[in-house]
């Protein structure tokens, strides 16, 4: 079944068309990566699908509902997750804290003012342990390593526990093992997750991917499975700048 | 969290201790005395009502004044009401007929006691859904916030004939409750005021701690990332807004009855910044060290203007100038940072008696 359908996107930047007609749709359960080179559109594809962005154009499709004009927390609420290309923690609350926040199953006023800070952190026992921040639950999220940051906000997404996950290059900034690890998460993940991975490390592409879309200049490039795509002149070309 | 709100509990009931029974046997069971440090705790409130707003969420809500007045006003009339026979007396001196529609609930105290906490309320969140909805943050809140005040004491000001303009509300009744004439100098109000603070801390602690608090300190950091995990951060915003709103009208109330009048200058820009000065110096991220940051401010305030008559203000600002230098987290974040550096000594302190190595660790990761 067709969970997220994008039709004929467009936002234009004071007259750069960052995405330009763009039309792809996503199956539940799915892993889909999102290439592309340097400026390509992909972060603002994820921007307009969990709302950062308005798009000037075109519609956005969550299981039937048009989402494009809905204020993003609704979208949350719908279920969409997103993790940001520059990690987005919060710097100022422990990782426990954090993880707290992100269970956000209950985002109402009168839940949140009947419980206690870390009360839903129980339900996601766990997720530290598998991204091996279980020993940093007091410390404070500002006070991790980069590697663990990004390991921190997978694990609030997880946490978050949305149908569909947009990940803005996850594994940026991790050791090969690291990486290897993320990949393994995200295959356990797509048992009862969408999710749309913007990747530029192509061995951890090749490890997950169940399709991949090319973007470049704001639309779509070339579409397939790995090997379509790596043997795709089109693609060569754009990579390689000709 | 669970350590942390562990010492809040402690702090809390040994806070409560001090003012209840700690605070009266120093003043000798004095009733001058215990007026004047009913007055300081009266503020205590008003300024852990504005450390849940701004502590908590980062909202500088520089209005705080304008809500703790209509609370202040709130019991004035209904103060003024049981004084006069009739009309009250200033009505007569603005040839103002009969008793205005506004002012006929206040014959009611149960009607006055909601009407401190609710009206605060609505204004508060009234303000704060136009606000926030328009996603205004930052400077834009603190500067809103003071025109409404600055708008707000003029309307007061300018409609004698309902409040009394500028000389405020005076000659007020004692207030009478079943069995029970409040007289602000006994020790039974005493212990009213400092119970009502207690509760507003406990309230107060309660919030920091529960969900609704972290929510509010993930707002507070980033609004953006805090929607894209579904909360509606206008309508957290809002509560709290109203919620410290709400608290402000009670401090108002009973700062009404110590003082025994209500005056425009309750809703001045200088009395909110007052606020803002006591729960940074105390420390906005705690509503306890905020509450002591306002009695130790007025403590000093009271033996010091006696000294500097006209200067007083001018320390207030040198004060706060220093506290934001030197004390951005105020003495709350000066005993957590000695409390950390504490923890911290003693561990190693102990790694190193227990065990050798990680002595010669310790001094190797001192030379990089
Ligand atoms: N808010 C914005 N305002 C103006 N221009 C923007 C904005 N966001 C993105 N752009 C521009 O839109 C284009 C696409 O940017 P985008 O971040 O989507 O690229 P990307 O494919 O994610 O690239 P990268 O691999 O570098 O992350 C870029 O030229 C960028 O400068
Ligand atoms: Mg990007």
Redesign the pocket.
């Given at each position: 079944m067709q969970q997220l359908q994008v039709t004929d996107l467009h936002v234009e930047?004071?007259g750069?068309r960052?995405v330009d007609g763009l039309s792809f749709a996503v199956e539940e359960g799915e892993i889909l990566c999102l290439l592309?080179p340097?400026?390509?559109?992909?972060?603002?594809?994820l921007d307009l699908i969990c709302g950062k962005?308005q798009p000037t154009g075109g519609s956005i499709r969550l299981n039937g509902t048009e989402i494009s004009q809905m204020l993003e927390f609704r979208r949350a609420r719908l279920g969409i997750g997103r993790k940001f290309?520059v990690p987005s923690v919060y710097r100022d609350l422990t990782v426990a804290e954090n993880l707290s926040v992100a269970r956000s199953r209950r985002p109402g006023l009168w839940s949140a003012l009947t419980r206690f800070s870390l009360s839903d952190v129980r339900e996601t026992e766990g997720i530290l342990e598998r991204v091996d921040l279980s020993s940093k639950r007091e410390e404070l999220a500002g006070n991790l390593s980069h590697g663990e940051t990004q390991w921190l906000e997978i694990a609030m997404l997880i946490a978050q526990d949305s149908r569909l996950i947009l990940m803005d290059?996850p594994t940026a900034g991790m050791t090969i093992q690291e990486t290897e690890k993320t990949a393994e998460i995200f295959r356990s993940l797509s048992d009862s997750h969408t999710l749309i991975v913007?990747e530029?490390d192509m061995s951890f592409v090749r490890t997950v991917a169940d399709r991949i879309i090319v973007?470049n200049r704001g639309a779509m490039l070339a579409e397939g499975s790995i090997e379509e795509i790596e043997t795709n002149e089109d693609v060569k070309t754009a990579y390689l700048g000709h | 969290m669970t350590s942390r709100f562990h010492y809040d509990l402690v702090a809390l009931v040994i806070f409560t201790v001090v003012i209840v029974f700690g605070v009266p046997a120093l003043m000798n069971y004095d009733g001058f005395e215990l007026n004047t440090f009913a007055r300081y705790l009266a503020l205590a409130i008003v300024s852990m009502a504005l450390a849940l707003s701004w502590g908590t969420a980062g909202l500088l809500n520089l209005g705080q004044a304008a809500t703790f007045g209509m609370g202040s006003y709130a019991m004035a009339m209904h103060l003024k009401l049981r004084a006069s026979n009739g009309l009250p007396d200033f009505m007569g001196w603005n040839n103002v007929p009969e008793l205005p529609l506004i002012w006929m609930p206040f014959e009611s105290l149960a009607f006055t006691l909601l009407a401190g906490l609710l009206i605060p309320a609505f204004v508060g969140g009234l303000i704060a859904i136009f606000m926030f909805r328009a996603r205004i943050a930052g400077v834009f809140v603190a500067i809103i916030t003071l025109a409404f005040l600055v708008a707000f004491q003029l309307l007061v000001i300018d409609q004698q004939g309902l409040t009394g303009g500028q000389n405020g509300l005076t000659g007020l009744a004692q207030l009478s409750l079943p069995g029970w004439t409040v007289d602000p100098y006994s020790m039974g109000f005493y212990y009213l005021v400092a119970g009502c603070l207690a509760v507003a801390l406990a309230v107060g602690v309660y919030l920091t701690h529960s969900k609704f608090g972290l929510v509010l300190r993930a707002i507070r950091e980033d609004a953006d990332r805090t929607r894209f995990f579904g909360y509606n951060v206008a309508t957290y915003q809002t509560a709290v807004f109203c919620i410290s709103a709400a608290l402000a009208g009670w401090a108002g109330m009973l700062y009404t009855m110590v003082l025994e009048f209500a005056s425009p200058t309750y809703m001045g820009v200088s009395f909110s910044l007052a606020i803002v000065i006591w729960c940074a110096v105390g420390g906005r991220e705690s509503v306890i060290a905020a509450a002591f940051g306002a009695i130790i401010v007025n403590m000093l305030e009271g033996r010091l203007s006696d000294v500097f008559v006209e200067g007083w203000h001018l320390m207030l600002g040198v004060i706060f100038v220093l506290v934001v230098m030197f004390m951005p987290r105020g003495i709350y974040g000066l005993l957590s940072e000695l409390a950390a550096k504490l923890r911290r000594a003693g561990r190693q302190g102990n790694a190193a008696s227990i065990d050798p190595s990680s002595k010669t660790q310790l001094e190797t990761g001192q030379e990089q």
């Open positions: 930047f004071g750069l960052a592309g340097n400026g390509a559109g992909k972060s603002t594809t962005t290309q290059e913007v530029h973007m | -």
